[in-house]
Every structure is written in C-alpha cells, then in structure tokens.
C-alpha cells in the first residue's frame, strides 16, 4: 500500500468542531455560529456540486445547515467525526433533490454527463481548501477511468449505480463492483481512516 | 439480495447510489456485518473528501438566513427515533411533530401571544390554554405509550383521520386534518363505538380544520370510533349518519 499522505486538513481542528457540535446540542446558538462558519463552504460546495442550480442549491444547503442544529443533539462519536456526519447529511440531500431525473434524462444527457468533470471552485483563497482539491484531484487520476466515471458519476452527479450503469453502458454488478474498488482505492490514496 | 452482493455495495451505500429500498437492506445488514461497518465508515469519510475538495464560499446572506432560523428551530432530543422505522413508528412520529407544533402554540397562548387568539378574549385565551395544556400532557401520554398502536383512514370530503390508541392507558387520541368546517352552527362529535353502540368521547373544535383530540372518556373495551355531525352542543346519541367509522387497531 503507498504511503499516505496527508497534507489536507490541520487535524487539530476536527476536536473543536467536535466539541462546538457538543455545545450546539445544548442548544448553544454562538457556537452553532462557529459550525455554520467551519461548514456553510463545504455543505455549499457539496450541495451545488449535485443540485447545480444555485437557487435551489442555496435552498438545499439552508435547510441542511438548520437540519445540523435540529439534530445535533442525535449526533453520536463513535458514528463518524462531525464534519464526515455533516457532509454525509448535505449529499443525502442533495441527492434527494435530484433524483426524480428520469432514466430518459440520463439517456439523453449522457454524452454532457461523462463530459463534466466537478466543479472544483477554483477561486477559493483558502490555502487548505486548495490542498484538499489538489489532493482528491491527484488521488481520482490514480484511478482506472471507469472507477472514476462511475465514482464521479454518483458522487458529484447523485446518480444511482443504476442509472450510472445506464450511463456507462456497463452491467449493473460491474458499477457496483468499481464504486467499491473505486473508492477503496481512493481510501488508500488520501490516507482515510475511520 | 444475497449476503455476497450486499458485501459488495458498501461503496454505492457511501455515495448514496442505492435506491431507498436497497439502502434500507443494506443498513439492516451492517447492523450485523463487523467488516462491512468498519470498509463502511471508512469509504463514508472517503466520500466526505470528495465533498470537502468542492468547497466553496458562500454569500454572507447564507449565514443571516440560516442563524435567524435556528433561532425559531426546536431541536430534537437525544437518541431520537432511528431514521429507518417501521409504518406505525413513522406516523407516531409525525403525530408527535404536529402535537408539539400544537404544544408551542398552546405555549405562545399561556405567555400572552396574542397572534394566535387574537379573535378571542383574553380570559378565554388563557383558559383554554389552560385546559389545552392538561390535555396535551394526556395526548402525550398516549402517543408516547409504548403500546399505542395506530390507524388511519378517508373522512368524508378529503378529510384525513388517524387514531392511536393506548389500551395500557385505556384512551385514544385523534388526528385529523383537512376538516371542512361543519355548516349552520353544527359541531363534529366523537363515538366509542361498543360493538355496535355508540358511546360519546365528546366534541370536536369546530373552527379547527387540523387538530389532535384526546377521546373524552376511557376506551373500556370499545372496539373502534365514529365521527358525526351533530346540533351544536352535541347529541346523547348520533342523530346523523356517520362521517366515518374506524375500527381500533389491533
């Protein structure tokens, strides 16, 4: 297994915002303040990467950010650290929104489906945004390039492994099989522990 | 689904690529796959870096909007229900959500909220609440009882109902919305329904299109409920046909 690297997130500041997350479960408005501060960026990024729209994506990311201080107090430790929890939530979402899309749509739409890449905003200033973009870049061109249609696909797109077998051409079991080796090989690359 | 092909979608699970039928089978299988949990957690925090490469700046009006509406959000407590449940579970749960919806109103009535009652006087208000406020615990109560079972079924006129029932407590709640208002100064009144004899559980607040009613008296082995139209004031017997007559569930 190659070495892994990390240089993407200062690890010292995923306690605080573990800790924030314990204080808003009390109800603590301030320190919601300072989640929202720590997240609103990536739930956007992850909202808008799927929805597109910027309106409805806005839309999306509020009712996610809200959804954060509803049921913060659910929140649990051993479930995964808060920012995991927090962008799991934004992306369940997201999908939701989008995916009344029909298979016809994917069909019709899927020569612009392979072509997008991500949207990775390229303007942040923010020196730690930046290395996790060039991080996850560096680490999705290690894959082979059905691992990383399939993996894109679902992840930035919010298809199903359905419709991104529908997408590919490729047998349902096929899609399924490359999202797992896919993402494990992603795992390994990034350095992802749980 | 075989247990092989289920060991095989962790990753469509972490991306949320399974349909809602699949993912619930899949988190039911988690629940007793060791290795699965742990190959899990570790492609959901992977994916969670997909997401964090997108991050992005948003407007400063995101941060107003959303800290001006936790401010008015009530959060939920800890432990809460399982985001997977089964039918009677969910209905329970969006019962409850309506009743503490109504619970708050009940409350901004006792501390003088005038929005709410504006059309009554102020005495009325703070009596009703009163007794809205004894018959809230009671709903509560019955809604929260471990052995509240529930149905629900078509009103006449696009009206829905639900009753929970409690037989440890001996009483039944309930629900109904999109309720037409009755005409001519008529009320809705409630029934036991004593295998076939019916039995008054009081009245209905006729201005109230939506509203969650304790069943006034204990059930004593009835075996369901009926809603009539009756003369303001309510009947010692139904005097008309029955807009609907549910049976208690089992």
């Known amino acids: 297994m190659k070495e892994a690297v990390h240089i993407g997130r200062n690890p010292s500041k995923e306690p605080d915002l573990q800790e924030l997350l314990g204080r808003v479960a009390l109800g603590d408005e301030e320190a919601f303040a300072h989640v929202y501060d720590a997240v609103a960026g990536s739930v956007l990024g992850v909202v808008r990467a799927v929805v597109r729209d910027r309106a409805q994506s806005e839309e999306v990311a509020q009712d996610v950010l809200v959804e954060v201080w509803r049921t913060a107090p659910r929140y649990r430790t051993d479930r995964g650290t808060a920012i995991n929890w927090i962008l799991t939530l934004a992306h369940r979402r997201a999908v939701d929104r989008v995916r009344s899309v029909e298979a016809a749509v994917i069909r019709d739409h899927r020569a612009a489906l392979l072509e997008r890449t991500p949207e990775f905003d390229e303007v942040t200033e923010q020196v730690e945004a930046r290395l996790e973009r060039e991080q996850v870049r560096r680490c999705l061109r290690t894959l082979t390039e059905i691992q990383r249609q399939a993996v894109t696909l679902a992840y930035y797109r919010g298809l199903t492994y359905r419709q991104a077998a529908e997408a590919l051409s490729l047998p349902l079991g096929t899609v399924k099989t490359r999202l797992r080796d896919g993402l494990i090989r992603l795992r390994d690359c990034l350095g992802v522990t749980a | 689904?075989?247990?092989?092909?289920?060991?095989?979608?962790?990753?469509?699970?972490?991306?949320?690529?399974?349909?809602?039928?699949?993912?619930?089978?899949?988190?039911?299988?988690?629940?007793?796959?060791?290795?699965?949990?742990?190959?899990?957690?570790?492609?959901?925090?992977?994916?969670?870096?997909?997401?964090?490469?997108?991050?992005?700046?948003?407007?400063?009006?995101?941060?107003?909007?959303?800290?001006?509406?936790?401010?008015?959000?009530?959060?939920?407590?800890?432990?809460?229900?399982?985001?997977?449940?089964?039918?009677?579970?969910?209905?329970?749960?969006?019962?409850?959500?309506?009743?503490?919806?109504?619970?708050?109103?009940?409350?901004?009535?006792?501390?003088?909220?005038?929005?709410?009652?504006?059309?009554?006087?102020?005495?009325?208000?703070?009596?009703?609440?009163?007794?809205?406020?004894?018959?809230?615990?009671?709903?509560?109560?019955?809604?929260?009882?471990?052995?509240?079972?529930?149905?629900?079924?078509?009103?006449?006129?696009?009206?829905?109902?639900?009753?929970?029932?409690?037989?440890?407590?001996?009483?039944?709640?309930?629900?109904?919305?999109?309720?037409?208002?009755?005409?001519?100064?008529?009320?809705?009144?409630?029934?036991?329904?004593?295998?076939?004899?019916?039995?008054?559980?009081?009245?209905?607040?006729?201005?109230?299109?939506?509203?969650?009613?304790?069943?006034?008296?204990?059930?004593?082995?009835?075996?369901?409920?009926?809603v009539t139209v009756e003369p303001d004031g309510g009947s010692k017997q139904p005097t008309s046909a029955p807009l609907a007559l549910m049976p208690f569930p089992g």
């Open chain 2, 1 to 226: 689904m075989t247990t092989a092909e289920l060991h095989r979608m962790t990753g469509a699970y972490a991306l949320h690529a399974l349909s809602d039928e699949e993912h619930e089978a899949f988190e039911r299988h988690l629940a007793d796959c060791e290795p699965c949990a742990q190959e899990t957690a570790e492609l959901c925090a992977t994916a969670a870096r997909l997401g964090l490469a997108v991050s992005t700046t948003p407007l400063p009006v995101l941060r107003e909007r959303v800290l001006r509406r936790i401010a008015t959000v009530r959060q939920e407590p800890p432990g809460g229900p399982e985001p997977t449940r089964s039918g009677v579970a969910r209905l329970r749960a969006r019962l409850l959500s309506r009743w503490a919806l109504a619970a708050c109103l009940t409350a901004a009535a006792a501390l003088g909220g005038t929005a709410v009652w504006q059309h009554q006087r102020a005495e009325d208000a703070v009596d009703q609440a009163r007794r809205a406020e004894r018959g809230a615990d009671e709903i509560a109560a019955v809604l929260a009882a471990p052995d509240a079972r529930s149905r629900s079924g078509e009103l006449a006129a696009g009206a829905t109902g639900s009753v929970v029932v409690s037989r440890s407590l001996d009483k039944a709640v309930f629900v109904v919305s999109g309720l037409a208002r009755p005409s001519g100064g008529k009320v809705y009144q409630l029934w036991f329904d004593d295998h076939g004899t019916m039995r008054s559980a009081g009245l209905m607040d006729p201005r109230r299109s939506d509203q969650t009613v304790l069943m006034r008296g204990a059930l004593d082995g009835a075996s369901g409920m009926g």
